[in-house]
């Protein structure tokens, strides 16, 4: 199985990015997919989570409102739009396949992981 993680860039504060995550081979199927993050000197967060196939979500707090997860299950891929983006939002962004098709926020509910890709948000 691999992950492959891609649209990160380097934006300012109130702009947009989506985030995209390619599965091989049919791997998203009956899997949730979510997103973490990780800022430099802090632990790994939990951003958001779909449900297979898709009819639930679940965001941290910080991003209600703001970011949108969702799938295109014939294309095996996962998209994280990110609006009203912040210096705060600023990581590496990483996709994992869930371990069932039920949303978690937990990172230990996750088999596989992507390669992250860069966010950078400047103020």
């Known amino acids: 199985v691999q992950l492959q993680a891609s649209g990160g860039g380097l934006v300012q504060a109130g702009d947009s990015l989506r985030l995209s995550c390619a599965a091989s081979?049919?791997?998203?199927?009956?899997?949730?997919v979510g997103w973490f993050r990780q800022a430099p000197g802090k632990e790994r967060e939990f951003v958001a989570v779909?449900?297979?196939?898709?009819?639930?979500?679940s965001y941290l707090d910080s991003v209600k409102g703001r970011f949108t997860i969702s799938r295109d299950n014939a294309k095996d891929t996962v998209y994280l739009q990110m609006n009203s983006l912040q210096p705060e939002d600023t990581g590496v962004y990483y996709c994992?396949?869930?371990?069932?098709?039920?949303?978690?926020?937990?990172?230990?509910?996750?088999?596989?992981w992507g390669q992250g890709t860069q966010v950078t948000v400047s103020s």
């Open positions: 994992a396949r869930g371990r069932s098709s039920a949303v978690s926020q937990s990172a230990s509910e996750y088999d596989y």
């Open positions: 081979g049919g791997a998203f199927s009956y899997h949730a």
């Open positions: 779909i449900s297979w196939p898709g009819s639930r979500t």
